[in-house]
């Protein structure tokens, strides 16, 4: 085999992942893991239910797994997997507008959905509001009662503010929004576009975004309501 072969062989991965297709199926592969985060997640904090010492054992058994390093580990793969939806979202986006430079003088949603067309801003959004999270629920730096292995305490605390518990209730909706579409397109993409499966997906689709919906604000709302103190 010739070098110049060999050097189209070995660039041929790099020039399917930064194809079109490429990009989707990264969008949709990495938006897959962040589902499974988001789910994950969600079962987690619903601990916040059987009380203080389950948030604690819960917390304790994240921060012990491969000796403190498997909470590192996962942080670092979600991080790329953000960074990679990032980067093919708007890589796709940008491409899209520069075909079309000039649009349309009257356009007509026929199609698309509320979701569809609010998919960039809800995922920049929610990319604001988890770098907040972050620093109130994980780091404790714009907590003023954060207390260390204590996620009952500081959730409670934190949702005792009615501006946090309603701004995190509104995040949850816009997630509840991204996801709608968000996992719609990535189960077509992975092949579920046959139309015999295109109900079951758009089922799938929205009735997970309001268990997750439902699961995150229930939360808040208990606090709110007296039911977790």
Same mark, same amino acid.
């Given at each position: 085999?010739?070098? /110049?072969?060999?050097?189209?062989?070995?660039?041929?991965?790099?020039?399917?992942?930064?194809?079109?297709?490429?990009?989707?199926?990264?969008?949709? +592969?990495?938006?897959?893991?962040?589902?499974?985060? &988001? &789910? #994950? !997640?969600?079962?987690?904090?619903?601990?916040?239910?059987?009380?203080? +010492?389950?948030? !604690?054992?819960?917390?304790?058994?994240?921060?012990?797994?491969? *000796?403190?390093?498997?909470?590192?580990? /996962?942080?670092?793969?979600?991080?790329?997997?953000?960074?990679?939806?990032? $980067?093919?979202?708007?890589? %796709?986006?940008?491409?899209?507008?520069?075909?079309?430079? +000039?649009?349309?003088?009257?356009?007509?949603?026929?199609?698309?959905?509320?979701?569809?067309?609010?998919?960039?801003?809800?995922?920049? %959004?929610?990319?604001?509001?988890?770098?907040? !999270? %972050?620093?109130?629920?994980?780091? #404790?730096?714009? !907590?003023?009662?954060?207390?260390?292995?204590?996620?009952? *305490?500081?959730?409670?605390?934190?949702?005792?503010?009615?501006?946090?518990?309603?701004?995190?209730? #509104?995040?949850?909706?816009?997630?509840?929004? *991204?996801?709608?579409? #968000?996992? $719609?397109?990535?189960?077509?993409?992975?092949?579920?576009? *046959?139309?015999?499966?295109?109900?079951?997906?758009?089922?799938?689709?929205?009735?997970?975004?309001?268990? +997750?919906?439902?699961?995150?604000?229930?939360?808040?709302?208990?606090?709110?309501?007296?039911?977790?103190?």
């Amino acid at each position: 085999m010739t070098t /110049a072969a060999l050097d189209a062989q070995a660039a041929a991965p790099s020039r399917f992942i930064f194809s079109t297709i490429g990009r989707k199926i990264v969008m949709a +592969v990495t938006g897959l893991v962040l589902v499974g985060f &988001v &789910v #994950g !997640h969600m079962a987690g904090n619903l601990q916040m239910f059987l009380g203080p +010492v389950a948030m !604690h054992d819960y917390a304790v058994l994240l921060r012990s797994l491969l *000796h403190g390093t498997g909470v590192w580990i /996962a942080r670092g793969g979600l991080l790329i997997a953000v960074g990679l939806h990032i $980067w093919a979202a708007t890589s %796709l986006t940008l491409e899209n507008r520069s075909a079309r430079p +000039v649009r349309y003088r009257t356009w007509q949603p026929n199609a698309s959905t509320l979701a569809s067309r609010t998919m960039r801003w809800s995922g920049y %959004l929610l990319l604001a509001y988890i770098i907040y !999270h %972050l620093l109130h629920m994980t780091f #404790g730096t714009v !907590h003023p009662a954060f207390w260390e292995l204590e996620p009952y *305490h500081n959730l409670v605390s934190a949702f005792q503010s009615k501006v946090v518990a309603f701004a995190y209730i #509104g995040a949850m909706v816009l997630l509840g929004s *991204h996801l709608d579409h #968000g996992i $719609w397109s990535m189960l077509r993409t992975l092949g579920l576009s *046959h139309p015999r499966y295109v109900k079951l997906v758009r089922l799938a689709s929205a009735g997970l975004s309001v268990l +997750v919906v439902i699961g995150y604000v229930s939360i808040p709302v208990a606090v709110l309501m007296g039911v977790l103190r």
